[in-house]
């Protein structure tokens, strides 16, 4: 079965500072995976996926997270944080669903991530 | 699109009673997937919906649970007999097809008094 793994359930960095988000999966299918976002009361964002192909994907507002198959691991960068990137971050892989679809996200408990100014 | 709605936003409930929870999908979006968030914790898997058909339910789906999708569009999440173990953060997601993502709607969030 897939699981997630997301390393420091919260991580600080001062604005402009590189930000990174840790997250290792375990898959016995070759995974799609994802990264959401977040805010206060509010729904998840996707950021970015990986499904097949380049294993550096970009995302929206400047993120990008490389998938290394060796490592098992799913890794969430931003060069320079900016104080609106507060929020809590969630790392998913996909269950294998019906008819060889994706079937529901597995998520990780998330990272909530704080910027300074 | 409009995005994926859910309604009603927040709801207060005492135990035992029974509620219900309504999702509208994004239009056309033929998969409609339920999660439930505690505090502290990511989402958890539900159940989900290829059209009207409810294709997989997880085991968190006690038999108070019931969700329908009569006619393919919106969906209801009903909890009969609430407990207190029942609040949360229940959340609405669609799908164009299963190979697409998973879009998330605002939440309801229950607390169960």
């Known amino acids: 079965a897939q699981s997630v793994t997301q390393l420091g359930s919260h991580v600080s960095v001062s604005e402009g500072a590189l930000v990174l988000l840790r997250c290792n999966y375990s898959?016995?299918?070759?995974?799609?995976l994802f990264w959401y976002v977040q805010y206060p009361n509010q729904g998840l964002q996707l950021l970015l996926k990986?499904?097949?192909?380049?294993?550096l994907v970009k995302g929206i507002n400047g993120f990008e997270a490389e998938f290394k198959k060796s490592e098992t691991s799913f890794h969430l960068t931003k060069p320079s944080a900016h104080m609106s990137d507060a929020a809590e971050y969630f790392c998913?892989?996909?269950?294998?669903?019906?008819?060889?679809?994706?079937?529901?996200?597995?998520f990780g408990k998330g990272t909530k991530l704080s910027v300074k100014p | 699109d409009t995005g994926v709605s859910q309604d009603p936003r927040h709801k207060i409930t005492k135990r035992g009673q029974n509620v219900t929870f309504r999702c509208d999908p994004i239009?056309?979006?033929?998969?409609l997937y339920w999660y439930r968030q505690t505090l502290g914790q990511g989402p958890e898997f539900l159940t989900y919906?290829?059209?009207?058909?409810?294709?997989?339910k997880s085991r968190l789906l006690s038999d108070r649970f019931s969700a329908e999708r009569p006619k393919g569009s919106f969906s209801t999440l009903e909890i009969q007999r609430t407990e207190q173990g029942d609040s949360a953060m229940y959340l609405c997601?669609?799908?164009?097809?299963?190979?697409?993502?998973?879009?998330f709607g605002p939440g309801t969030r229950l607390l169960v008094l």
């Open positions: 919906f290829q059209n009207e058909a409810q294709l997989e």
């Open positions: 239009s056309e979006h033929n998969r």
């Open positions: 997601a669609s799908s164009r097809t299963g190979w697409e993502t998973q879009y």
């Open positions: 998913a892989v996909s269950e294998e669903g019906y008819g060889g679809s994706q079937g529901n996200l597995i």
């Open positions: 898959s016995s299918v070759p995974p799609y």
């Open positions: 990986y499904t097949t192909g380049a294993t």
